[in-house]
């Protein structure tokens, strides 16, 4: 699972896969937030986060 705070609402997280291909989309509408990827293959991912259709924070993660 990742655990993300973000104060501003709403705010979408947007996961990729190494093809570019979005996994899983998930709007944050609280101030603690956890997204669950137990069901995404192990991998590396490329987690961005929107806010005004604009991106705002951009990172890879790697689930094992």
């Given at each position: 699972?990742?655990d993300?705070e973000?104060?501003n609402?709403?705010?979408?997280?947007?996961?990729?896969?190494?093809?570019?291909?979005?996994?899983?989309?998930?709007t944050?509408?609280?101030?603690?937030?956890?997204?669950?990827?137990?069901?995404?293959?192990?991998?590396?991912?490329?987690?961005?986060?929107?806010?005004?259709?604009?991106v705002?924070?951009?990172?890879?993660?790697?689930?094992?």
């Open positions: 699972n990742i993300l973000y104060a609402s709403p705010t979408t997280i947007n996961i990729y896969n190494t093809l570019g291909e979005l996994v899983l989309s998930e944050l509408v609280s101030l603690k937030n956890q997204i669950k990827i137990n069901e995404l293959s192990n991998g590396i991912y490329v987690i961005k986060i929107i806010e005004d259709n604009r705002i924070t951009s990172m890879k993660i790697v689930k094992e």
